[in-house]
């Protein structure tokens, strides 16, 4: 075996050779600006998503003029739905303007799945014309998928056949139900929260859904507004030690079909362990007073 001299010698000199290759640089892509107003959360990655989006809805417009003579009737019909479910996010889901995890006050935004206006802290609004058609598009794929589905079980069942008591039934069941009962299986928008305010809202929604009872058969799900100091609650600091302060939690509460309900204020004592009080508000009233 050579030894470790020799066969540095040979990787060096014969293996590897030092090599004066040129350096190659890139092309730089410089995408144009877009006039101000006109998009305020959608990227270039979005735009291509929505061409996808955009492709995808026109596969299935082929697919079903392939299959029904109503196929038009079917398209502006979803896309119809798909506009007003749209413009009913715009009033539907709010996270309004938020201190936690900023250093001061962190705009907020209005429309799901994807945002579609801007909520500024004087509570100033701006709709983005990109992002609402971003948005339209996502949610005219989804219904009209929706239609596909349908379309697909009444030629497997032999719709024409059944009676009026079925064909409802079917109805509310593949229809009605599954967008009503949505929230249970969809966050709402909400800010995004990382670190130790994470544990503290982790432990604000625990209270709320096992102490106070909130969630159940009207309440369907509950979204972080914000988290902030509570002021002097007369609770003795022993654990959590002299800087120790309490945090509030604002809440907001979802019923059926996403529909926004009441706030929620849940005071956390100083380790923001365990709860001290909950205070139900309307959605006309503030967290904070």
Known sequence: MPSGWLLELITRDYLVP?????????????????????????????GVFSVVVLMLILLLIIWWRQQSLRWFSVAVASLLM?????????????????????PEICTGWRGFPRAVALVLPNQMTYIGPLDFISNLLLIWLIVLTFTVVWRILTLTVDWPQRSLRVKVLCFVALWILPWAMSPRFL?????????????????????????YKITGFWIQRLAIEDIREAPDIGVPIIIAGEDAVAKQVCLRGYIYFYIPWSRYRIVLEPTSVSS???????????CWG
């Open 187 to 211: 966050n709402p928008p909400q800010p995004t929260i990382a670190g130790e305010h994470l544990r503290v809202a982790n432990n604000a929604l625990r209270a709320a859904e096992f102490t």
């Open 82 to 102: 798909g506009l007003l479910l749209c413009i009913g996010s715009f009033y539907l889901f709010l996270v309004e303007p938020y201190q936690v995890g900023c």
């Open 276 to 286: 001290i009080e909950m205070q139900v508000l309307s959605l006309s009233e503030s």
């Open 18 to 46: 030092d090599l004066d290759l040129p350096s190659i640089q890139l092309p730089t892509i410089t995408l144009p600006n877009l006039p101000d107003g006109w998009v305020y959360f959608a990227s270039w990655q979005d």
